[in-house]
């Protein structure tokens, strides 16, 4: 997929309350997890031990954290819109994050993402975008959310 380029607040603008786009399939793998366990200092069992996952578990398999999940986001919303002639953009908050369903390892997600609503603020733009991470082969997603950008441009 080719991501949609922006430029400007106007160029933000054309797709309000639109549907943006769609990234590619992302893997979640073990070794993931695990770095993310590592960074986190969060080694629950769940998310790190295959062995105990498989026979404790409620998902027969380890799972990525929620948290994980979420952080991969910016990887893949660069897949969906590629922001040109930036000076900063800031990562301003997100609102209604609802973990749906577990990730389970091995799992590949991709990122749906809407212009909820856009606004010029004195000449910040203030972008909010409802994401969906979908897992492959699932009727429930990942999580859902709105997230909010501030653009600067120059």
Do not use: C
Request: net charge negative; charged share 25%; no cysteine.
């Amino acid at each position: 997929m080719n991501p949609v380029i922006i430029r400007s607040f106007e160029d933000f603008e054309q797709y309000n309350g639109k549907e943006i786009g769609t990234s590619d399939y992302f893997k979640i793998t073990q070794k993931q997890i695990n770095l993310f366990a590592d960074a986190t200092h969060d080694h629950q069992w769940i998310h790190t031990d295959p062995e105990r996952a498989k026979v404790e578990g409620a998902f027969g398999n380890t799972i990525a954290h929620g948290y994980l999940t979420l952080s991969i986001v910016p990887y893949l919303w660069e897949q969906i819109v590629k922001v040109e002639n930036l000076k900063m953009m800031i990562n301003y908050g997100i609102e209604s994050l609802r973990f749906a369903q577990a990730v389970t390892v091995d799992s590949e997600v991709r990122l749906i993402a809407n212009l909820k609503n856009v606004a010029n603020l004195r000449g910040t733009v203030k972008a909010e975008v409802e994401v969906k991470l979908e897992i492959k082969d699932q009727k429930k997603p990942a999580f859902t959310g709105v997230l909010i950008f501030l653009y600067h441009f120059n």
